[in-house]
């Protein structure tokens, strides 16, 4: 099935991109876009029977630690690192 990019879409896809291509520059990318747009349809001919899809090429799990919930009174410990401290709260610059 040959793709055909008309001007009209490349102008469309340039003012999405907020691109301002010249007359070479859109030709060019009209063949480019028709290539890809090729290229896609000869993926979709592929017999993809029995093939598994998959999220990503690797065998990638996660890797997260359990969000446990932990109540303890550190403060103490926090504020020791703070220059300045006023009310046991961290004392930082103004800022507008």
Known sequence: MANII???TIEY???????????????QAKK???RMLDYIDKLG?????????MVHIFPVQNVFRD???????MR???L???PE????????????
Do not use: W, Y
């Open 76 to 78: 103490e410990q926090l």
């Open 67 to 73: 969000d446990i919930v932990t109540n303890s009174d």
């Open 13 to 27: 896809v340039s003012i999405l991109a907020k691109l301002e291509l010249s007359e070479q520059e859109r030709e």
């Open 6 to 8: 008309d001007d009209e």
């Open 80 to 82: 020791s690192n703070a």
């Open 32 to 34: 480019d876009m028709g």
């Open 45 to 53: 001919e592929l017999d993809t029977e029995g093939v598994e899809p």
């Open 85 to 96: 401290q006023k009310d046991g709260m961290f004392v930082v610059p103004k800022t507008v």
